[in-house]
């Protein structure tokens, strides 16, 4: 039987084929074992999506041979030992960035989004710089696109922030570095906040958001604040 990585899934009856060449080592084996499952976690079984809970649920979440193969990889010992906690995090990070990947997508979407309706608006103003998709190069900069609007008959900056959402309630995240980058920019500064399920788009100034922003207090400083949007105007 000719048998791989590859191939194998979680069957226990030919991961232990896999393993008749990597000999009779413990640690070997449970190495094997971890490869394995890593493997097969890169093809986003639904149990992934478990493993961060931990342990208990995950257990329940497994089909007998998987059970099988994951206990062989020493994940459900009573005291793991530091490589098998360090191979359960590997996975758990795995899970929580799978789940991640449809906000970055959608994320990406409204980014290009609002980049095209800039672009094609300052196509229309006499002077106007090229729109840049800052977000694209340096992602810390605390806005995503850097445009332009007309005032007194010449460009001047704009700098959006671009945000999304679907369904219900709507809500906006905001990070420490985007609101300092906004309240240095007061004037310049907009969010374009993207309603996915209603394809709208809302455009936030610094005095929209700033009623409903955290404050320090004492030695506590806010790191990301979330908004519920239904207080304020249009939504």
């Not at 991961?15 to 394995?36: F, M, R």
């Not at 329940?60 to 098998?84: K, Y």
């Not at 190069?137 to 007309?150: H, K, M, P, T, V």
């Not at 671009?162 to 369904?167: A, E, Q």
């Amino acid at each position: 039987m000719k048998v791989s990585y590859a191939t194998a899934g979680l069957d226990y009856s030919e991961a232990q084929a896999i393993l008749e060449t990597v000999g009779p080592a413990k640690e070997s084996a449970i190495a094997s074992y971890q490869t394995l499952i890593e493997h097969e976690a890169m093809l986003r079984p639904a149990w992934l999506s478990v493993l961060p809970s931990g342990r208990r649920p995950l257990r329940d979440a497994l089909s007998a041979d998987a059970g099988e193969c994951f206990r062989r990889a020493g994940a459900f010992d009573d005291q793991p030992a530091v490589d098998v906690v360090a191979f359960l995090d590997r996975l758990a990070n795995l899970a929580r960035a799978s789940a991640n990947l449809p906000l970055v997508e959608s994320g990406r979407n409204a980014e290009r989004l609002s980049f095209e309706l800039e672009r094609a608006r300052c196509a229309e103003m006499p002077g106007a710089p090229a729109v840049e998709w800052v977000a694209l190069d340096d992602n810390s900069a605390g806005y995503d696109i850097l445009s332009f609007r007309q005032i007194d008959g010449r460009p001047v900056p704009k700098l959006v922030e671009v945000k999304s959402c679907r369904g219900r309630p709507l809500r906006l995240l905001i990070t420490r570095n985007e609101w300092d980058t906004a309240c240095r920019h007061r004037e310049a500064y907009v969010v374009h906040f993207w309603d996915v399920d209603a394809e709208r788009l809302h455009e936030l100034s610094w005095g929209d958001l700033q009623p409903h922003m955290p404050i320090d207090q004492g030695d506590a400083r806010w790191d990301r604040a979330t908004l519920s949007l239904k207080r304020l105007h249009g939504f």
